[in-house]
């Protein structure tokens, strides 16, 4: 299955004679396995060697995630040795997942739901920001053994934002102008979000499903909680969905009805594929300001590359990248 994508594509890394990869990408038999044209434009199987160092994401699910496609992508652009697989990591597995690495050897991870908050506690050496807000979404490995933990997510979300409002808005002066913002989520990214707002002097006001854990974070980040149904009780200046709603599957469904939203909002859905989310389409018709995920996902993972690889990014390749493969995606209406 998903499981043993990365030992296909990294075959001939370890001394394989072949990887199976049908021609014809409607000829795949079964979970986890990869056309040939995917092997060798996305992961250019054909250039990977012993020496190729090794990167990718951590999730679960991973079937829908595009890191792959934009960190392959960019280090192909840099002319960089290195592969970015995904690696499918149920909750229960992270520990025996990591205690492997050494023996890839992975260079590092991008880390998604659900082990944003719990890979903090097999990791050497925490980023500021990462004991800040209680969350990492990437890993280095270092030559010494050594684990070190950064987040991206908060920077990509405020500079996501900013960029947004400076594009959209007639004499933007750099600051976000927001008073108030209503974050959906309790998880990782919403966690991040939020103290990147709160640090911008944002009054942030929390809601999930799950009342308990909305009131936990709340507590951790400053904020207000209130449960799921008050979201739509009051107006706030900034709408942020940090759920999984409107990503495949459920991509005719929005966390927030469309009636409530105002012109006057800034409207931001942190959920990448489909770029154009039905809360997306419904905050533009209502005339709101539209931040995307695309915006933030391409931010933070720029923002990896450097932590990996040492160098400026090549962001216009990554952007290009995520579009294309986003294209592709319509929503049923």
Not at 235 to 256: L, R
Not at 294 to 323: C, D, N, T, Y
Request: aromatic share 6%; hydrophobic share 40%.
């Amino acid at each position: 299955g998903e499981i043993g994508t990365p030992s296909r594509i990294l075959a001939g890394r370890f001394g394989a004679a072949f990887t199976f990869a049908p021609l014809n990408p409607e000829k795949i038999l079964a979970p986890g396995q990869l056309g040939w044209g995917v092997l060798r434009d996305s992961y250019r199987y054909d250039a990977i060697t012993p020496k190729t160092r090794i990167y990718g994401v951590i999730a679960d699910p991973v079937g829908h995630s595009l890191s792959p496609v934009i960190h392959n992508a960019a280090c192909a652009a840099a002319g960089i040795d290195a592969v970015y697989l995904p690696f499918l990591v149920p909750a229960g597995h992270l520990r025996d997942f990591l205690a492997s690495a050494s023996r890839w050897p992975l260079a590092g991870l991008s880390v998604t739901i659900p082990h944003k908050e719990s890979v903090l506690s097999h990791v050497s050496h925490r980023d500021p920001l990462v004991d800040e807000i209680g969350a990492a979404n990437t890993l280095r490995f270092e030559a010494d053994g050594s684990v070190c933990s950064f987040n991206t997510d908060a920077t990509a979300a405020i500079e996501a934002i900013r960029a947004t409002l400076e594009e959209q808005e007639t004499g933007f002066g750099g600051r976000l102008g927001l008073n108030t913002a209503l974050i959906l989520g309790a998880g990782g990214a919403a966690r991040a979000i939020a103290c990147g707002l709160r640090r911008q002097g944002v009054e942030v006001t929390l809601a999930s499903r799950t009342i308990e854990r909305t009131q936990e974070l709340a507590e951790v980040v400053g904020g207000k909680a209130i449960d799921w149904p008050a979201r739509h009780r009051q107006p706030y200046d900034c709408i942020i969905n940090a759920t999984p709603v409107g990503m495949h599957p459920e991509v005719n469904e929005s966390p927030f009805d469309a009636s409530h939203l105002r012109p006057y909002m800034v409207v931001f859905d942190t959920v990448y594929n489909p770029e154009n989310t039905l809360l997306v389409k419904e905050a533009r018709a209502a005339g709101c300001r539209v931040v995307t995920g695309v915006e933030m996902f391409v931010r933070q993972a720029s923002e990896q590359f450097q932590i990996w690889h040492g160098q400026q990014p090549p962001e216009g390749v990554m952007r290009a990248a995520l579009k294309q493969a986003t294209s592709s995606v319509r929503v049923v209406e």
